[in-house]
T-cell receptor, first 112, second 113 residues
């Protein structure tokens, strides 16, 4: 089954404790992105990658890091999480520009 | 300007009625306009999409109307059903930024049976 898999689904952590949210896709897609969803703001792009070893900032990259060492994986790293990073996070992948983006199930992160 | 403005924030429609959600954008470089549907606890899923060289696209009960001169586009759901109750997001993207999607704030649709 074609899918984007994120882990964990739920995470509660404390301020400053480094964490990684994993994302993997099995569709051989070139493009991968991370978005955060906040009430009243829709989804906003954090980082994206158009290919292995190629990543770039989205609209809200502060406090986040990503890497793309393999085509299928695109982890999101929060080196020192803060409460304002409490949000619902989605990983997405797509074949290319102007094509369907497939989203994972989401990761609900709470930073206390 | 990268914004996409979406209205209304929420919408209640009777079963069998027409649901209409509107979006507006500023940046004329946008060249792809998808609509995503999201159910609680799930990720968004593509519903229907349109390119600016087309004024209307219909898939089943779902229709996108696109007005390039007004920089507006809308989603019409005909014969709305309780199963259509979800959050709907309009979005826009530009080819030069790959598949980066700029989303509207979302519309929570409730269809009453």
């Amino acid at each position: 089954e074609a899918q984007v898999t994120q882990n964990p689904r739920y995470l509660i952590t404390v301020t400053g404790k480094k964490l990684t949210v994993t994302c993997s896709q099995n569709m051989n897609h070139e493009y991968m992105s991370w978005y955060r969803q906040d009430p009243g703001l829709g989804l906003r792009q954090i980082y994206y990658s158009m290919n292995v070893e190629v990543t770039d900032k989205g609209d809200v990259p502060e406090g986040y890091k990503v890497s793309r060492k393999e085509k299928r994986n695109f982890p999101l790293i929060l080196e020192s999480p803060s409460p304002n990073q409490t949000s619902l996070y989605f990983c997405a992948s797509s074949l290319g520009a102007m094509t369907e983006a497939f989203f994972g199930q989401g990761t609900r992160l709470t930073v206390v | 300007q990268q914004q996409v403005k979406q209205s209304p924030q929420s919408l209640i429609v009777q079963k069998g009625g027409i649901s209409i959600i509107n979006c507006a954008y500023e940046n004329t470089a946008f060249d792809y306009f998808p609509w995503y549907q999201q159910f609680p606890g799930k990720g968004p899923a593509l519903l229907i999409a349109i390119r600016p060289d087309v004024s209307e696209k219909k898939e089943g009960r779902f229709t996108i109307s696109f007005n390039k001169s007004a920089k507006q586009f809308s989603l019409h759901i005909m014969d709305s059903q309780p199963g259509d109750s979800a959050t709907y997001f309009c979005a826009a993207s530009m080819r030069e930024y790959g598949n980066k999607l700029v989303f509207g704030a979302g519309t929570i649709l409730r269809v009453k049976s």
